[in-house]
C-alpha cells in the first residue's frame, strides 16, 4: 500500500501568513523517489523520518515479518540539505546513504515541508549571478552545487553529462553564507574551483535560496520599532537577553555584561503573536514583556524580520 502520498496538512499557517504559504507531507516507500514540491514558494523540510511507525503504511505485497516492527523511526537531514529552497526536488531513496535502523524491516521515508516565500536562482556551470536585497540584508536558506536533475542547465549538453543526478559538492551552503550571509549584495559563481568537482564529466549547476531580512537590537527598557510600509512583518528570529559584552554596554559595569549566555525561550513566540502580519509594531525592550531571563545582567532585544 502506498508507493508515495502527499497530503496537504494546512493551505495557509495562520501564525506565520508571511513567510509560509502551506504546509505539506510526502510518503515514499523504499527504492522509490521521493518528490517534493511547491506550487508555491519554497521548499523548507520541518522533519524526515526513515523507518516504519505502524504496519499499514507500504506494506503491499510485503511479508508480516517486514512490517510488524512499528517502532523503527530514525531522524535524517540528508533530504532537508539536498531540498530546502527547491522549488521542486526528485530525490532516489535508495542512494540518500541513511544508515537502517531496523534490519529486516520495510521502511519508507515520512518527510513534512512547509512551501515558503523567498528567493531562487539557477547558476549553470561558469557562470554568475547577484544575489539581491537591496537595503536588507541576505539571509541563505540553502545552496547546492551539483546536479539534482537531468533537466537543468542541459540545453545542448550531451545526455551523458546530465545523467548522473545524485551529485552533491559537500560544504556548499556554509561556502556561500560565508560570502553572502548579511551583505546587501552578493555575486556568486557556479565554479569547480569555488566548491571542487564532485562529479568529475558531469556538468553542474548551483542553486541557492534565500530571503532578505532585517535585524534591530533594542537596548533594555528601549522599544523595538519594526515597519515594513505597504509589505507585512514576518519574524524570523528573537532574543531578549545578552549573547556578547559589547552590545548596549555603554557606561555598564563588567557585573551587569559579562553573563553572554542569557535567553528567552519564547521571545519569538511572544514577539510574532504582536507583531506577525502587520504592517508596523513596538515591543517594549523589558523585563514586564519577557521576565527577566537573567536577573542582574542588563539585556538587549535583537530581532530578525522579513518584510513580505
Known sequence: MMLFL??????????????IVSRENMITCYSHVQRLTCETGLIKVKS??????????????????????????????????????LKECELKTELLGNP?????????????????NGHFVVICEQGYSTLDCGSDSIEIINANYGRGNSRTCSNGIPSFQTQNTNCYAPNTLSTVAAMCKGKKTCTVEASNTIFNDPCVGTVKYLTVSYICTREIVTCESSTATLNCGAHRINIISANYGRTDSTTCSSGRPASQISNKNCYTP?????????CE??????????????????????????IVYSCV
Open 6 to 19: 502527499k497530503l496537504s496538512l494546512l493551505t495557509l499557517i495562520i501564525s506565520a501568513p508571511g513567510l
Open 277 to 302: 502580519g502587520q504592517s508596523s509594531c513596538e515591543v517594549p525592550a523589558t523585563n514586564v514583556v519577557f521576565s527577566d531571563p537573567c536577573y542582574g545582567t542588563y539585556k538587549y532585544l535583537t
Open 100 to 116: 537502517d535502523p531496523c534490519y529486516g524491516t520495510y521502511k519508507y521515508y515520512n518527510t513534512t515541508y512547509d512551501c515558503i
Open 266 to 274: 519564547d521571545a519569538l513566540n511572544k514577539i510574532a503573536a504582536r
Open 48 to 85: 524526515s523520518v526513515y523507518g516504519r511507525t505502524n504496519s499499514i503504511t507500504c506494506n503491499t505485497n510485503r511479508p508480516s515479518s517486514e512490517v510488524t516492527n512499528t517502532n523503527c523511526a530514525l531522524r535524517i537531514t540528508t533530504i532537508a540539505d539536498r531540498c530546502n529552497g
